[in-house]
């Protein structure tokens, strides 16, 4: 049985005993999460919601049959949230941060009430430090959704403020959502920038965050003593060397593919696989890469087997089963290429009209380096994975088979 831990409500700060500063915002519909979860099985999820105490009567009343099955918390203002959220954090397997806390609190609030006896009050306030900064290292293991909101009416700046969330927090995903925009309309972002959008589909969403919580992720075995080992008797020296000239030529061809402009960085994302010869292996691109990695830093990947990629010389590509199994099911090609996003270099850099997801399989999305993902079904030779990219086996020029 899983322990999720759910904020919701405001996170409010202390101007004294009585008066308090929060935000508008509730979170509404994290509490009818907590209640969704709690609908599978008493066996399944157990969720643990937590609350400010001016709220608690009202959510209590929310939980209707539920009740006995959400372990339902209260807090009383920002430090005492903080206060739970660390001690819950080492000893849940999820949480959804999806309370509206007051990030700016006063730095020294009144004792007792706030006097009277002048028509003007000067209050300092200070930036709180971020709660959700501290829970995946707390946990690592821990599967952390964030939330941001917005009031831009700009759906591109909401998702680079999720997206700096997620790469603050090292959040699995984040919810996010502008009131200009209105609140029904919900945007997950992952750890890969991709985007899943809900319009008015609050069912849609639980499902997909479930999907998260629940999703199951491939490990990485170093094993040095692996690295393959070529006798000098046996003429593998031009084959393995020209499966390093493919690997370069790949990421040549496609390089202008993998850098993506992201929170005022230059990232690269994607991957290449080649084939090694005799059933040696696979030389896959890294997990960490430079915008000018090449087949000198590409990983041997050896084998895969109960959801461990072994590999010779370090961590490949999240997406090295996947790619490796997309070759695998085209003998005929002589790489893989993954790339996010929709390029438009296909007519520049191969001289051929670029791929159309209304032509070519589309599937739906699932984080990288998760089972949902590495498992799948391979439609065809190409496809494109909602709101990620394409994956795409070539042949020995680049070009999509």
């Not at 500063?21 to 709690?38: D, I, M, P, Y």
């Not at 009131?179 to 997950?188: D, E, I």
């Not at 393995?240 to 061809?253: E, P, S």
């Not at 590495?374 to 680049?398: C, F, L, M």
Request: hydrophobic share 40%; with cysteine.
């Amino acid at each position: 049985m899983k322990r999720i831990l759910i904020t919701a409500g405001s996170v409010y700060a202390k101007l004294d005993d009585n008066k308090i500063v929060s935000n508008r915002a509730r979170g509404t519909w994290a509490v009818e999460f907590a209640k969704w979860l709690a609908s599978w099985s008493s066996k399944v999820y157990a969720p643990i919601l937590l609350v400010p105490d001016i709220a608690a009567r009202e959510t209590r009343s929310q939980l209707e049959q539920y009740a006995y099955r959400i372990d339902l918390c209260t807090h009383t203002g920002y430090d005492d949230y903080r206060r739970q959220c660390v001690q819950l954090a080492p000893v849940v397997d999820a949480a959804i941060m999806a309370a509206a806390v007051t990030n700016w609190i006063p730095e020294r609030p009144f004792v007792g009430k706030m006097p009277t006896d002048t028509d003007r009050q000067l209050i300092s306030f200070i930036l709180a430090p971020r709660v959700i900064n501290k829970m995946k290292a707390l946990n690592p293991k821990l599967t952390l959704i964030g939330c941001k909101l917005l009031f831009n009416g700009d759906k591109a700046a909401l998702v680079d403020a999720a997206y700096h969330v997620v790469l603050a927090a090292k959040c699995n995903a984040v919810v996010a959502n502008d009131a200009k925009l209105g609140l029904r309309s919900k945007y997950v972002v992952h750890q890969d920038r991709a985007v899943s959008t809900f319009e008015n589909d609050f069912k849609g969403l639980y499902e997909h965050l479930r999907l998260i919580i629940d999703d199951v992720h491939y490990q990485t075995v170093v094993d040095k003593a692996a690295t393959p080992c070529f006798d000098a008797g046996i003429d593998m020296y031009e084959p393995i060397v020209r499966q390093h000239r493919l690997f370069d030529h790949l990421t040549n061809t496609y390089r202008s593919a993998f850098v993506s402009r992201q929170d005022g960085v230059d990232r690269v994302l994607g991957a290449v696989a080649v084939r090694l010869p005799n059933n040696i292996g696979y030389l896959v691109s890294p997990r960490e890469k430079g915008q000018q990695f090449s087949a000198q830093n590409a990983v041997i990947v050896t084998k895969i087997k109960d959801q461990i990629v072994y590999t010779s010389d370090g961590k490949a590509s999240l997406n090295a089963p996947l790619l490796i199994r997309h070759l695998d099911a085209h003998p005929n090609a002589q790489g893989v290429v993954h790339y996010h996003g929709d390029w438009d270099g296909w007519k520049q850099e191969l001289g051929i009209p670029g791929l159309d997801d209304t032509v070519y399989p589309v599937v739906a999305y699932a984080p990288p380096g998760t089972a949902r993902d590495n498992e799948r079904t391979i439609p065809g030779s190409s496809y494109k994975i909602q709101g990620h990219g394409w994956i795409i086996a070539v042949d020995i020029n680049g070009r999509p088979l």
